[in-house]
């Protein structure tokens, strides 16, 4: 089924999926929200954390921040295969208040060590998340509308350091002293313990399945499972197995992997960016991390919203992606510039954020099942490296050098890289569809 035929019908289709949003889209965002926030609140923590605790160097802050990232990579597939089988609701309710605990624990680090344990903890209970949330969207959403629904749900990210540089400024100063306690573990704690309590009202208010709602109708339940069904085409992998004999999964997860240096190197060391542009004051530090992630959700919105109306995908990322890239070069060389760095770093910031939002319409147009389940994890498990990958690095460089350009340059290499990967990409999937007809 292509479409619904009727005029009644289409006005159906309209009405379920505003009820759809409404009672999915808000809670879903704001669940994400605090697993960002709780990734990379660490930035914003780490000028404090370096005062207080011996040893904490940029390449200790950088391979800290890091091992998040590979330890959630390690877990992320298992992750997925096994929600597919036994749910969301048992799946996302146990790494929302196991993740929320930890991260609130990173209060309690006196030492290098003790900071990189929990990080590798806060990577393995998070593990399955972001692409689980992704997963579980597919079930109630078809791949025409994923763009729009992307374009909400990764608001998260931009609104998630909004709330990072605000509210962790806000926290370190206000907080500081209280109870014997240094600001920034304030911070971890304040921003922990809110995914605990989310994590049982996820548990409590939503379904694994549009079928196990009271709150549809059976017809209501009917249009989605029509639409939904819409996505599924003959030539569909629907096994984990084939997903990984595919070199369209491939390009796609190098694609990812780039857009996810470029974005994270930036998420984590914007407020160490800012610091050398002479932005010293923790306030001030907030205020500046704040209007690039502002300006951005305006741009993912209309972005995946033109790409969901024009049924287009490739150019809405491959140009934004390369904004991304211009945007970090002439950040890296105009260092000595304040503000023509800081214009540059907002436009490719928006940008990043952008052809992220649109790219995760791409594979559930292509996978179902199990291969959905799969494909989704393999494909954020190699791009979460980048995660892993592009702190480390930017630490490695600002301790070598003093500087970050180093470092920006090697993420606009990658980002030329996801360019050249979705350039490739449509001829790959036109190769699978020859081959499985």
């Given at each position: 089924m292509t479409s619904l035929n009727s005029t009644s019908e289409r006005v159906t289709e309209q009405s379920v999926y505003r009820k759809l949003n409404r009672r999915l889209l808000p809670f879903l965002l704001l669940c994400y929200t605090f697993a960002y926030l709780d990734r990379v609140n660490v930035g914003f923590a780490k000028l404090q954390m370096q005062e207080d605790i011996p040893g904490f160097t940029e390449a200790a802050f950088g391979l800290g921040a890091g091992l998040f990232f590979l330890a959630y990579a390690c877990?992320?597939?298992?992750?997925?295969?096994?929600?597919?089988?036994?749910?969301?609701?048992?799946?996302?309710?146990?790494?929302?208040?196991?993740?929320?605990?930890?991260?609130?624990?990173?209060?309690?680090?006196?030492?290098?060590?003790?900071?990189?344990?929990?990080?590798?903890?806060?990577?393995?209970?998070?593990?399955?998340?972001?692409?689980?949330?992704?997963?579980?969207?597919?079930?109630?959403?078809?791949?025409?509308?994923?763009?729009?629904?992307?374009?909400?749900?990764?608001?998260?990210g931009p609104i998630g350091s909004i709330v990072g540089a605000g509210a962790s400024a806000a926290i370190i100063n206000g907080f500081h002293g209280i109870g014997g306690l240094e600001g920034w573990q304030w911070m971890f704690l304040l921003q922990g313990l809110p995914a605990v309590v989310l994590g049982f009202v996820f548990w409590k208010v939503m379904a694994d399945r549009p079928e196990d709602v009271s709150w549809l109708s059976r017809q209501e339940k009917s249009v989605v499972s029509d639409v939904v069904g819409e996505s599924q085409t003959p030539h569909h992998a629907s096994r984990f197995a084939d997903i990984l004999r595919e070199p369209a999964v491939y390009l796609m997860s190098v694609a990812y992997f780039g857009l996810m240096c470029g974005i994270y190197a930036v998420s984590f060391?914007?407020?160490?960016?800012?610091?050398?542009?002479?932005?010293?004051?923790?306030?001030?530090?907030?205020?500046?991390?704040?209007?690039?992630?502002?300006?951005?959700?305006?741009?993912?919105?209309?972005?995946?919203?033109?790409?969901?109306?024009?049924?287009?995908?490739?150019?809405?990322?491959?140009?934004?992606?390369?904004?991304?890239?211009?945007?970090?070069?002439?950040?890296?060389?105009?260092?000595?510039?304040?503000?023509?760095?800081?214009?540059?770093?907002?436009?490719?910031?928006?940008?990043?954020?952008?052809?992220?939002?649109?790219?995760?319409?791409?594979?559930?147009?292509?996978?179902?099942?199990?291969?959905?389940?799969?494909?989704?994890?393999?494909?954020?498990?190699?791009?979460?490296?980048?995660?892993?990958?592009?702190?480390?690095?930017?630490?490695?460089?600002?301790?070598?050098?003093?500087?970050?350009?180093?470092?920006?340059?090697?993420?606009?290499?990658?980002?030329?890289?996801?360019?050249?990967?979705?350039?490739?990409?449509?001829?790959?999937?036109?190769?699978?569809?020859?081959?499985?007809?």
């Open positions: 877990l992320e597939v298992p992750s997925n295969l096994l929600m597919h089988r036994i749910g969301a609701r048992k799946t996302i309710t146990r790494i929302m208040v196991l993740w929320g605990l930890t991260s609130a624990s990173t209060l309690f680090v006196t030492n290098v060590e003790t900071f990189f344990v929990l990080r590798v903890l806060l990577g393995v209970f998070e593990a399955g998340f972001a692409p689980g949330i992704i997963l579980y969207l597919t079930y109630w959403y078809p791949a025409r509308r994923m763009g729009a629904v992307m374009g909400i749900y990764m608001l998260a060391w914007l407020p160490t960016i800012l610091a050398d542009n002479g932005v010293t004051s923790t306030t001030q530090l907030g205020i500046y991390a704040s209007i690039p992630y502002v300006l951005t959700i305006p741009v993912m919105i209309l972005l995946s919203r033109r790409s969901d109306r024009l049924r287009e995908r490739k150019w809405h990322i491959v140009i934004p992606t390369a904004f991304a890239a211009v945007g970090l070069t002439v950040a890296a060389y105009t260092a000595s510039s304040f503000a023509i760095a800081f214009v540059a770093l907002c436009v490719a910031i928006c940008s990043a954020w952008g052809a992220y939002t649109v790219f995760w319409a791409i594979p559930s147009h292509h996978f179902s099942g199990t291969a959905a389940a799969g494909g989704i994890a393999f494909i954020n498990t190699i791009g979460i490296l980048g995660g892993f990958f592009a702190p480390t690095l930017m630490g490695w460089v600002k301790e070598l050098t003093g500087s970050t350009q180093g470092g920006l340059m090697t993420m606009v290499v990658l980002l030329l890289g996801s360019i050249a990967a979705m350039l490739l990409l449509p001829i790959a999937l036109r190769n699978r569809t020859e081959v499985t007809a």
